[in-house]
C-alpha cells in the first residue's frame, strides 16, 4: 500500500469549503487515496466495499465543481439556491465518504488482527474523521442559513433577506474555523499514517497477501481491459467542447483526468511501460487545471464586455485562449500515449493463440486485430483534429459563437465511434480469454 498517495490524497480533504466551493477540490485526493487502497479490495470485501464508496464520492466531488456554473446562474435570481445546493451536496457527501474511510479503515484492522499485528487506535481514527467531516459540512452550510428567514412584510422589497447583511461574517467565522479543525485534523492523520508506514510487520504481511492475490488470470486480464475501455470511453464524451456563459461545460481537463485513470489502470498489465505515460497524462491534467482558472478569471472580470464589444478585451482574452491551446497541446500527446496502450492491448491481448503459425496469418481472428488497430489509429488522428478544433472553438468564442456548436457535434459523433471501437476492444479480448478457457477445458 503506497502512503505516500494516501498523505497526498488525504491533504485535498483537508480544507474548509464556501457553499460547495471546494478550493482543493476533493476528487484529486480521493483519485490518489484511490491509487493506495484498492490493492486492499482483493483481500477483503470491507476494504473493497471502502473502494466502491471512494469511487462514487469521487463521482459526486467532479459533479460538484461542475454544479458550480448551475448554482451561480440560478443564484442570480434567489440567493436562497446556495441553501439548497450546499445543503444537498453536503448530505451526499456524508453519505459516501464517512462509509469509504470507514470501511478502508475497518478492513485494514481486520487484515491486521488476520495476522496477529495489532494497530492501535484503528477504530478512534474512523470515528475522528466523521466528526471532522460532519462539522465540516455544518460549516459550509451555516452562512447559508440566513436566507431561511424571510421578511414576509417585504416580499417584494430589497429586505426580503433581512440576515443576508450577516452572511459575510458569519463565512469568514466559519472559514477560519474550519481551517483551523481541518489542520489540526491533518497532522494527526498524517502521525497516525507515518505511523502505519513504520510498521513493518504490518506492511510486510499486507505486501506478502497482495503479491499472493496479484495472478494476471483471463479474468483479471479482461477486468482490466474492460475498465480501461469504460475510462477512454467515458474520456471521450467529456471532450464535448460547448460553452455556458463563456465557461466550458466540460472543461478539457476533465478528459485528461480520464486519461490519467486509463494509464494508472493499464499499469496492472505493465508498471514498468506506462510509467512514462502516468507523468505525460497528469501533466495534461494539471496544464488543464491552469488554463480552466485562466478561463473562469476572464469570463468573471471580462464576459459581458466582451460580449458588447470583443475589441476592448482582446489583449485580455490573449492568455486563456493561449492556455487553452498550451492545455489542447499536452491533451493531445497524453491522447496519443493512451491509444499506444491501446494497441499495445490489441496485439498481445486479442486474436488466436495460433496466430502465430503460417496457416493463421490471413485468418479471420489476425484480420479482426489489423481491422482494429487501424480503428484505433484512425481515432487518434481524428481525435487530435477535433482537440484541436476545441482551441479555434474556443478562441472564435466571442467573434463567431455558432463554430462551437458545429464543433461539439462533430466531437459527439467522434465519441459515439469511439465508444463502438472500445466496445470491440473489449469484446475481442474477451473472447480471446474465453478460447483459452475452453482449450483449458
Known sequence: MNYRLLILGTIFLFNPEINILDFLPDFIGVLLILRAVTPLSPLTPTAAEGVVFFKRYAVLSIVQLVAVIPMLSVAGSDPAFYLVFTFAFALLSLLFIIPAYRSFFSGLGYLAEKNAIQVP??????????????????????????????????????????????????????????????????????????????????????????AAAVHFLPEQITSTVSSLCRLMTVSAFLMLSLFIDGIPVFPLFFSSACLFG?????????????????????????????????????????????????????????????????????????????????????????????????????????????????????????????????????????????????????LLLWAAYMSSVYAAVRTAVNEKYADRKRDSV
Open 121 to 210: 487506535r484503528a477504530k478512534i481514527h474512523p470515528f475522528l474523521f466523521s466528526s471532522v467531516f460532519v462539522i465540516k459540512k455544518v460549516l459550509a452550510l451555516l452562512p447559508e442559513m440566513v436566507y431561511l428567514y424571510i421578511d414576509d412584510e417585504n416580499v417584494y422589497d430589497v429586505a426580503l433577506y433581512p440576515l443576508a447583511a450577516y452572511k459575510t461574517g458569519i463565512t469568514v467565522i466559519t472559514f477560519v474555523a474550519g481551517l483551523v479543525l481541518g489542520l489540526i485534523w491533518l497532522v494527526l492523520t498524517i502521525r497516525e499514517l507515518s505511523r502505519l508506514r513504520r510498521n513493518a510487520a504490518l506492511n510486510a504481511a499486507l505486501s506478502s497477501e497482495i
Open 262 to 410: 486509463a494509464v494508472r489502470v493499464a499499469s496492472r498489465l505493465c508498471p514498468a511501460r506506462e510509467k512514462k505515460k502516468e507523468r505525460l497524462t497528469l501533466l495534461s491534467l494539471l496544464v488543464g487545471l491552469i488554463s480552466f482558472a485562466a478561463i473562469l478569471f476572464f469570463n468573471f472580470r471580462y464576459h459581458e464586455t466582451a460580449l458588447m464589444l470583443f475589441s476592448r478585451v482582446a489583449a485580455s482574452f490573449i492568455l486563456p485562449a493561449l492556455l487553452h491551446a498550451v492545455s489542447c497541446v499536452f491533451f493531445i500527446l497524453a491522447l496519443r500515449s493512451v491509444f499506444s496502450t491501446l494497441e499495445a492491448v490489441v496485439r498481445e491481448h486479442t486474436g488466436s493463440y495460433w496466430e502465430s503459425s503460417f496457416f493463421s496469418h490471413n485468418s479471420s481472428a489476425a484480420k479482426e486485430k489489423s481491422a482494429l488497430l487501424f480503428k484505433l489509429r484512425f481515432g487518434f488522428v481524428s481525435g487530435a483534429v477535433l482537440a484541436a478544433s476545441d482551441t479555434v472553438a474556443y478562441s472564435l468564442l466571442y467573434v463567431l459563437p455558432l463554430y462551437q456548436i458545429v464543433n461539439a457535434a462533430v
